[in-house]
């Protein structure tokens, strides 16, 4: 902005002391205006006394400098000198300022940009984005997780706080509250395509890098969704499946705490039965042999399961059992390598045995009686 006065000694009689006030006005318009600051995410800057007070914001002018009042929980806004409330964004003018970056305490100075947020203007703030090698943030880490499948069509994700990363930079999306549906497209839906039959959908949450603002997303993929516009930052945080039994787009129901997801039964297809492992004469289980017919965990667990929970049932008097992670076991009398998970019907009918172990590949192994049955529980997820 040109000074309204180039020289002083152009000046004439009759010019007075509201001469000096414009210029005074514009000198300060070019540096820094010094303010008291209120409020964590919507900052409130009011210009100290006995300095400028300007009429409107001006592209890279003035520059606002203040000690922050409260530590920043999520998305932040600044409204200097109540010429209204603009996005505020790091020093590289594309990350918002989000949780923690305004800290208590600290001073920081703000520039606004006119073209910033699609040209509604924004503040760029001498805040850093986070490097890839800041210390102690993992992707995905979060606290008091979880994910349920709420509907035939929608699941809902809410946490105290989960990272995010975009393959540069971390962030923390706290208070996080997201629904995604199977009939939608893009933000809080799926990532591409029409939902299918029979299939696990990795559940992430995104978030804007315009206005922080956190979303949900589906996808097919266990690492790389197809990301909607201007959203870049995610983490897996659990997965969800159609119909496994049946041949509609229904949600199975399901409930994920932490890492760990279930398998709910409510009563109404397809969530009558939990999902069959395999069942019926199949393979060899006795006191000496196991030799289990191989059944892979896609069919029932997603890609990412680190561990299964399981039930075994029996259904008739001398029939016996057993499903394992590996082929490698014996028989139940084997005094080296017996099968530990399994149920044998020596005292009658209707015995059952649930278990969990590792998945230690893409199929687990089951053996049992005309009368047997193996159903999947629920599974951990590697996040």
């Known amino acids: 902005m040109p000074l309204p006065i180039p020289s002083f000694g152009a000046l004439g009689p009759t010019d007075n002391m509201s001469t000096l006030d414009q210029q005074f006005g514009a000198v300060a318009n070019m540096g820094i205006i010094y303010c008291t600051a ?28 203040w000690k922050q009042a409260q530590t920043s929980t999520g998305a932040v806004t600044i409204n200097a000198a109540s010429l209204g409330a603009l996005n505020a964004y790091k020093n590289n003018g594309q990350t918002a300022v989000g ?5 208590a305490g600290m001073y920081y100075t703000a520039a606004p940009i006119a073209s910033l947020n699609s040209g509604a203007g924004g503040f760029v703030v001498d805040v850093v984005p986070t490097a890839l090698s ?39 999306a706290t208070s996080v509250n997201v629904v995604a549906a199977t009939g939608t497209a893009g933000v809080n839906g799926l990532d591409t395509g029409a939902v299918a039959t029979n299939k696990f959908y990795s559940v992430w949450v ?59 039964l409510t009563g109404s ?62 028989g139940y009398s084997s005094a080296t390598n017996p099968v530990a998970w399994c149920a044998i019907g020596t005292i009658g009918t209707g015995n059952l045995f649930s278990g969990n172990f590792l998945i230690e590949g893409a199929n687990v192994f089951y053996a049992g009686g005309a009368n047997c049955l193996a159903q999947c529980i629920g599974w951990e997820d590697n996040l």
């Open 269 to 330: 297809a397809p969530n009558t039965a939990l999902p069959t492992i395999n069942s019926g004469a199949s393979g060899t289980f006795n006191t000496t042999t196991f030799t289990g017919t191989s059944t892979a965990i896609s069919t029932f667990a997603p890609s990412t399961a680190g561990a299964i929970w399981f039930v075994l049932s029996v259904g008739a008097t001398a029939q016996n059992a057993a499903l394992a992670p590996n082929a490698n076991y014996a």
């Open 38 to 65: 209120s409020g964590s995410n919507a900052v409130i800057l009011t210009p100290i006394t006995n300095t400028l007070t300007p009429s409107a914001y001006l592209d890279g002018a003035p520059i606002f400098a």
């Open 134 to 172: 800041a210390p102690g943030l993992v992707k995905s880490t979060f606290s008091n997780l979880e994910v349920t499948c709420t509907s035939d069509t929608q699941v809902t994700v809410t946490a105290d706080a989960i990272t995010l990363f975009d393959g540069t930079n971390y962030t923390t």
């Open 206 to 264: 995104i978030q804007n890098t315009l206005s922080g603002a956190n979303a949900a997303l589906l996808s097919l993929s266990a690492t790389a969704p197809t990301m909607p516009a201007n959203y870049a930052k995610k983490a897996r945080v659990g997965w969800v499946t159609t119909d496994i039994a049946g041949a509609t787009t229904k949600l199975q129901r399901t409930s994920q705490n932490g890492r760990r997801a279930q398998y709910l």
């Open 99 to 103: 949780s923690s970056d305004l800290v």
